[in-house]
């Protein structure tokens, strides 16, 4: 064989190979991807083959002597304790790049304080949705102590502002859910907002909470307008051991609440968590329908918390929702999600002033604990880079 023969050779090794990859490289890309929720059972599955139990619906109902029932409690999911997310979402939020928090650095690193740092500041504040009536009660509040009383030392005037920063987001309100509940009934949480605010999810992520602290408790799935919301609780549910009630797709909410209040009565849960259709809050049908739902469990227990879930970086936007809200059901506490990088921390002031209750639970993460109790001195701490 010469050399021009073994070159073509060569070529013709060389067009083979090419081909075969990118018939493979296209014959990946028309394979459908896996759903979430395929992936979800697929790592399942793999978890409970490593732990050589038998797969879900196999019919195995011992592996090596091992029962059916405790297959499933494999599966279960141990919830963090409260405190220590508390110290992670501290320490999460102080090092989050808000506007709030990078305003109140500027403002202590400043050699002097004149007008143009003051000015600065303020337009900081108002684009950080702490709006226009708070951000001159603080500024003006600040400009009086720093400049009138002289306060010089970095150190004292960072003290100052941590406790103007405190009074404005108001330790005195009382964030506890209570959860109180007379004998033979369960303690009530209905849990309110628009779509896309992450609602389900925090319903999901309150029964963890509720769960670590030793709580019984049982999820209604009363969203049955959103496609594949009660799919998506029961998942939460499942991976606490927490039973969900559900009705099919466009089933009456009122109905699906009245029937987890009733079971949780039958079952002697402590708390039922109640999720609710979520669609655009100007529409009429939806906040009626809320009333409804809230009224029909009255009829079998009290309503023991209506938790408005508010998305912390949709800013103004979530002010306006949250009045529309109000004036449906009575808001008794408000649970503000992805109050994080992106979020603009002003909202918790915001949001608390304009419906005159607390904030009582944020979320800063996607992972399913990245979730507690609001806290005002750690908030103000974070904001600090404490």
């Known amino acids: 064989m010469d050399t021009w023969q ?10 083979v190979i090419a081909v075969i990859v990118v018939a493979r490289v296209h014959i990946a890309r028309l394979q459908p991807k896996p759903t979430s929720q395929e992936v979800e059972r697929e790592v399942e599955a793999e978890e409970v083959a490593e732990a050589g139990l038998p797969q879900p619906g196999s019919g195995a109902e011992t592996v090596e002597g091992v029962p059916a029932s405790v ?7 141990t919830p963090e304790p409260v405190a220590s997310r508390m110290v992670r979402l501290r320490r999460r939020l102080a090092g989050a790049d808000n506007p709030l928090a990078r305003a109140l650095a500027q403002l202590l690193a400043a050699p002097t304080l004149n007008d143009d740092v003051w000015d600065e500041f303020e337009a900081t504040l108002i684009g ?3 709006g226009v009536a708070t951000t001159q009660e603080l500024v003006d509040a600040l400009r009086t102590k720093l400049g009138v009383e002289g306060i010089s030392d970095p ?14 987001v108001d330790p005195e309100m009382d964030r ?12 009530v949480v209905m849990l309110v907002g628009v779509n896309g605010t992450g609602k389900t999810t925090t319903v999901g992520k309150l029964a963890r909470i509720l769960v670590a602290e030793k709580h019984t408790v049982l999820l209604g799935a009363a969203d049955t307008f959103r496609a594949a919301a009660t799919e998506q609780l029961t998942t939460w549910g499942d991976r606490v051991g927490v039973p ?44 009626d329908e809320l009333g409804k739902v809230k009224r029909v469990i009255e009829k079998l227990a009290p309503t023991s918390e209506v938790l408005l879930v508010v998305d912390a970086t949709t800013g103004q936007n979530g002010l306006t929702q949250a009045r529309v809200f109000a004036e449906v059901v009575d808001i008794t506490g408000i649970v503000l999600t992805k109050l994080d990088g992106s979020a603009k921390g002003g909202i918790v002031v915001a949001v608390q002033r304009e419906l005159g209750v607390p904030v009582k639970l944020v979320g800063l993460g996607e992972a399913a604990d990245d979730f507690a109790p609001f806290d005002p001195a750690d908030f103000v701490a974070g904001l600090l880079g404490e």
């Open 155 to 168: 150190e004292q005037a960072k003290q100052l502002l941590r406790a103007e920063l405190l009074a404005l």
């Open 176 to 187: 506890s859910l209570h959860l109180d509940h007379a004998e033979g009934v369960p303690a």
């Open 244 to 287: 969900t009630v559900g009705g099919v797709e466009g089933a009456d909410p009122a109905s699906v609440a009245y029937q987890a209040v009733e079971k949780a009565i039958a079952d002697q849960v402590d708390v039922v968590l109640v999720d609710t259709a979520g669609r655009l809050h100007t529409k009429v049908g939806l906040m």
């Open 128 to 130: 950080a949705d702490l």
């Open 71 to 77: 297959v499933e409690a494999a599966l279960v999911q």
């Open 6 to 15: 073994l070159v073509a050779l060569i070529v013709v090794l060389v067009v």
